[in-house]
């Protein structure tokens, strides 16, 4: 047994050194062949379906999952399942992507017939592009002759290091080629850290029939009842002047403190007991800015105005904390 810490440690980093060399050779390979796969890809009208076996299996699978969350519509094809009915996942207009090192794989040879009727055009990620799977592939992407990082040469690692880059390189590029953004790659993480940091206040803000609104000129009684019957209660309502803009805000607190003083007076105007000039926010801007601006100034609720200064809605901390944003 080999069990000096030191040799460990120095295989180690020959595996490393080995894998890392093989992803960097792939980068003098990519030439025409790649373009073309990209045009391919980029001009699908279907599903991009990847495919593979084994450990190329594996890397498919996270090359779909990459695919799917920058907006591409893909799925991953067991080989196997697919030659027992699971080929009817793949109909025309799609694009099949097959990984496989040796390009001898018989699970996705005996597919490529069938898809071959149903004119579905196939990229194949391989080391051999003289392979079975190369000779029926639209496009072949060579990664070359690699020596695998293992004591016997035979365990897939640089290999598969390398199919895997070329399956990144693949998807990002077609990422860039399509200009995709923070907020685009957002829509498809709304669970996330991700997609809360580039959520709009348009997007969580209470508008509509939802964002309270009273006329300066209203009693204080006739804007507790605006605040009462909104839907949802949001315990605050914007008051506007004449010309629909926004000249204060109003809230349950507000309410409480006057009732504490003594100074209660529901017939009075509203307007002589509002929060005069309140901050705001548009509608367009983060729902982290939002956040940040109700911990500054402590404050439940926030009127969102349009260029304006008309309250187009109303975003209160319960919608923050509904978006996990608090």
Known sequence: ?????????????????????????????????????????????????????????????????????????????????????????????????????????????????????????VVALTSDPRSPLARGSDVVLDIGAIDEACPIGLVPTASSAALHALSDALAMTLAWRRELTPEGYARFHPGGKLGRSVLKVREVMRDGEANPVVRDSASLSQALVVMTNTPGRPGATNVIDRAGKLVGIFTDGDFRRLAEQGHLDLKGPVSSVMARRPRTIGPNELVLTAAAMMRETKVDQLPVVDSHGRPVGLVDVQDLLAARVV
């Open 1 to 121: 047994m080999r069990s000096t810490g030191k040799a460990q440690l120095a295989w180690a980093r020959t595996v490393l050194r080995s894998e890392a060399a093989a992803i960097t050779s792939l980068s003098s390979r990519l030439n025409g062949t790649f373009l073309e796969a990209l045009v391919l890809l980029d001009a699908c009208k279907g599903r991009i379906i990847t495919t593979g076996i084994g450990k190329p299996g594996f890397i498919a699978q996270k090359l779909s999952a990459t695919l799917a969350s920058t907006g591409v519509a893909s799925l991953y094809l067991h080989p196997a399942e697919a030659a027992h009915g699971d080929l009817g996942r793949v109909v025309r207009g799609d694009v099949v992507i097959a990984l496989s090192n040796s390009g001898t794989t018989e699970e996705i040879l005996r597919l490529l017939i069938p898809l071959k009727r149903q004119k579905v055009k």
